[in-house]
């Protein structure tokens, strides 16, 4: 399961939500979804690693959301680059299969994702949707 996080402390998160709501309490939203969708993750069939960024926020991110297997930081680059880098670690490492999610996904949860690994048994990937045109988890 790989995680992927903003340091909510180490610049601006959910900037669309802060134009209506504010800095601080578009921090505070984002810091209560991502200690959901952590604590959501969490089964003892998923091992889950964060990965956070920025890169150089990886020590305070084993802190706040803690049980991670492995915390590192995201790589400089657009979503398809810090995907591609994620997965390739996972495989490299062994894992069988990975999904990704990232913390503005409540919804997602360690069933769905388990359901998403098995999936990939017939599959060569899955994917749920978000309601923005999006994915909410990719496996």
């Known amino acids: 399961m790989l995680v992927f996080a903003r340091d909510p402390d180490a610049g601006p998160v ?10 601080e309490q578009a921090r505070d939203t984002y810091r ?3 200690e959901g969708v952590w604590s959501g993750l969490e089964h003892p069939a998923l091992d889950r690693q964060l990965w956070m960024e920025p890169s150089s926020s990886v020590a305070r991110g084993g802190v706040w959301l803690r049980g991670a297997t492995r915390v590192r930081g995201q790589p400089a680059g657009d ?3 810090r995907l591609t880098a994620a ?3 996972a495989f490299l490492e062994g894992a069988p299969w990975a999904a990704a999610v990232g913390t503005d996904a409540p919804a997602v949860d360690a069933t769905m994702t388990i359901q998403a690994g098995e999936l990939l048994a017939t599959h060569e990937v899955a994917v749920v949707p978000a309601v923005d045109g999006g994915y909410a988890l990719i496996a």
């Open 87 to 89: 997965f390739e670690e």
């Open 14 to 23: 959910k900037t669309r939500l802060a134009a209506g709501i504010g800095v």
């Open 32 to 34: 209560a979804m991502a």
């Open 79 to 81: 979503l398809g680059v």
